[in-house]
């Protein structure tokens, strides 16, 4: 079995693919995933038997294209998903933010209260 790059069409093994793999977004259930060939960036939902290749939008992970992968498993863990193909398997970390750093909001994000006039 092997699984294509979307950009550039490379195929690779499940093992070369999945070790490419570098966040787990636990919110958004997504893994980030970088070609080992072309160095492009995809967002990807792992599911039973397939990945599901999208965007992020409206709070939610859009699937807008599925590749099969006939035996492919995932197990949601806290901090962590693992992912298994026949007897292999790969564990994809959530990146934590160190303690002090604060989050940072995207434009237009902060306070949903109405902003109360200028004196």
Do not use: K, Q
Request: proline share 8%; net charge positive; glycine share 10%.
């Amino acid at each position: 079995m092997l699984i294509p790059c979307l950009a550039c069409e490379s195929r690779f093994g499940p093992d070369e693919y999945f070790s490419a793999c570098s966040d787990y977004n636990r919110g958004l259930d997504l893994v980030s995933w970088t070609c080992p060939h072309c160095g492009n960036r995809d967002d990807l939902r792992v599911l039973p038997d397939e990945l599901g290749f999208g965007y992020p939008h409206r709070g939610r992970f859009d699937v807008h294209a599925r590749v099969r992968v006939p035996g492919l498993r995932r197990h949601r863990g806290d901090l962590r998903l693992d992912i298994s193909l026949d007897r292999a398997s790969w564990h994809v970390s959530t990146p934590l933010r160190p303690v002090g750093v604060p989050v940072r909001l995207t434009a237009g994000g902060g306070s949903a209260r109405r902003r109360r006039p200028a004196l």
